[in-house]
């Protein structure tokens, strides 16, 4: 990181660290957290597709359920409460598929910040109500037109905005990436997903779950889905990553299966690049998980061992949107149909009294035009 | 005695500051950088920065991201630019500094890019995403390699940090003027006067201060020696002409020479 901003990422850590024993600002969150945001969430069984596949019981962890439609609500009324805490008044934003944009832009508006939000023009295109939601909320979005146009290249904009204003400007990162203590923070704020998830299935099932799978972008649910599992060796985690078009092809966003260790937006963690350490541009059907690097927990975690991860196509993702869509009447985003698709094949391969809990990190209506383009249909 | 330390040091006797002068290599083509460099060196250059292209330059305004895709287009590679150094240190005195994001050092491994930076006889490296607490390993091989680790001082940065921070550097420190990216601006702010005011006393007699970011005018350059500073880094203003004249080399290369004579003639 540029050594304009170390001093904003010390007094960044101070203040959350000051936040451990400040029982007004845990009284705030969760209060904001139920009454506002709607948790917790459900943890369901999804019956007709177990059923289907002919496998172990897969729950569903609803974070499609959430105010804003995704988990990312969870880590912005977190932060913006935060920032708020430090007198910082504008709060900036990178955004890919929007959702963090828009949760960003809800949790400033109810917080009375002011929410400015950078997205590549790229994603711009695809996630257009996204777009508009977020100025619905007040908040303004800048385009992003330099490099991939996607989220890493809002992340790079966000940085120089942060550079230039960063004595009145608050970062609100959207995943458990970037230089520490980011992604320590959003872990943190995440980690209600796993932790209800514990509480739930303990409650339905008595027991813990044998495998826990999430979809990886950056790596926000999956770090809070499996952060309170650590501790529980016996609880197999996967990560899905997006492997776009396929892995062979080059035009994927799997930076943990395919790619290779290199320093990037502050962080060292797995990321994808060339053999002279270009960052490269990635693909995927969702703009969520068109990321070239990953939280370094998720990459820590990948070293010692303790999880698998996998990737699923844009076809297979696609696929299992719509199997869930008419299976469960759910309609999940692209980026989880990723952990989908993934968890209906290692189904297959367990047992009955098995159990599988996936995150549903988000709900699919911003997708609905990008999968009906891909399957050739006019709305 | 190292060639950036005898270059300030030569300054310093006949009371001038150093005029620093940045390229991004391989801006417009690779080729073309080695005859940019002789430009700036004739023009007055005291010593040259090279930059490394890099795909996420997140310290860089538009117009140096726009030179970093012109040159990775281009196909430019960090050991290209090294030994683009080589080839001007054939043929020059003049100090040479590389200038790269980390990720390409760290990709090629430390040991690897500092042997090769030292073959290629690079004097000083600057790494604008390494703060120097992260940095200590680097330095210890910069050291062996006898290459200069030139460090970043912000507005941000306490007198605490500072004291360390020249600890840790050698050349010079690289005072960034202003909260902001690089890239021209019109008029030098009064608060990077006082930021060198404030910083002077504690670099005066330990290690040379050269001010960069937003630096592009001959008065801008006057006023930042004349604040006290030991030199002035000029980048975008460069970059701008190589931009502008891409299709004529021949003018490109003497308005970088012109330009440059006009600003080594302010410090």
Known sequence: ?379 | MREIEKTFRNLKARGEGALIAYVTAGDPKPEYTPRIVDALINGGADIVELGIPFSDPIADGPTIQAATLRALKAGTTPRMVLETAKEIKEKHDTPIVILTYYNPIFRMGLEKFLTLARKCKVDGLIVPDLPFEEASTYKEVAESHEIDIIFLAAPSTSIERLEKIIESASGFLYLVSLYGVTGTREHIQDSTVKLIEKFLPYTKNRIPMAVGFGISKPEHVKKIVESGADGAIVGSAFVNIIRKNKRSFRKMLREIEENTCKLKKAT
């Open chain 1, 1 to 379: 990181m540029p050594e304009i901003l170390i001093v904003a990422l010390e007094e960044l850590e101070d203040a959350y660290k000051k936040l451990e024993e400040d029982l007004e600002f845990k009284r705030a969150l969760q209060n904001y957290l139920s009454k506002y945001a709607g948790r917790p969430t459900p943890l369901y069984y999804a019956e007709n597709l177990t059923k289907k596949v002919g496998g172990p019981k897969i729950y569903l962890k609803r974070e499609d359920l959430p105010h804003g439609g995704a988990h990312k609500i969870n880590n912005t009324l977190g932060q913006a409460l935060l920032a708020r805490r430090m007198g910082k008044r504008r709060v900036i934003a990178e955004t890919g598929a929007g959702q963090h944009g828009v949760a960003t832009a809800m949790a400033c508006a109810v917080l009375g910040l002011k929410a400015e939000i950078y997205m590549g023009t790229e994603d711009i295109k695809r996630q257009r109500l996204n777009v508009f939601r977020m100025k619905l909320l007040g908040a303004d979005v800048h385009p992003v037109k330099s490099g991939s146009k996607t989220l890493k290249d809002a992340i790079n904009e966000a940085l120089r905005d942060w550079v230039t204003n960063v004595q009145t400007t608050y970062y609100l990162i959207g995943s458990v990436v970037g230089p520490h203590p980011y992604p320590m923070i959003v872990r943190d704020f995440q980690s209600v997903i796993g932790c209800e998830i514990k509480e739930q299935i303990q409650k339905e099932e008595g027991r813990l779950p044998n495998g826990l799978v999430a979809c990886v972008g950056g790596g926000s649910n999956a770090m809070g889905t499996f952060y309170p599992f650590l501790e529980n060796s016996e609880v197999r985690l996967y990560g899905v990553e997006a492997g776009g078009c396929s892995l062979e092809s080059g035009k994927h966003a799997a930076s943990l299966c395919a790619g290779s260790e290199g320093v990037f937006h502050g962080m060292l963690s797995y990321v994808l690049q060339d053999e002279w350490g270009q960052i490269q541009t990635t693909q995927s059907i969702s703009a969520g998980l068109d990321y070239p690097g990953v939280g370094p927990e998720l990459s820590f975690l990948k070293s010692i061992g303790r999880t698998e991860y996998v990737y699923a196509t844009d076809d297979e993702a696609l696929q299992a949107f719509q199997e869930l869509s008419k299976l469960e009447g759910i309609i999940p985003a692209l980026e989880p149909s990723h952990a989908l698709a993934f968890a209906v094949k290692l189904a297959k391969t367990m047992s009955r009294d098995d159990i599988l809990v996936v995150t549903l990190s988000g709900r699919g209506d911003k997708d609905v035009e990008v999968v009906a383009d891909r399957l050739g249909v006019q709305i």
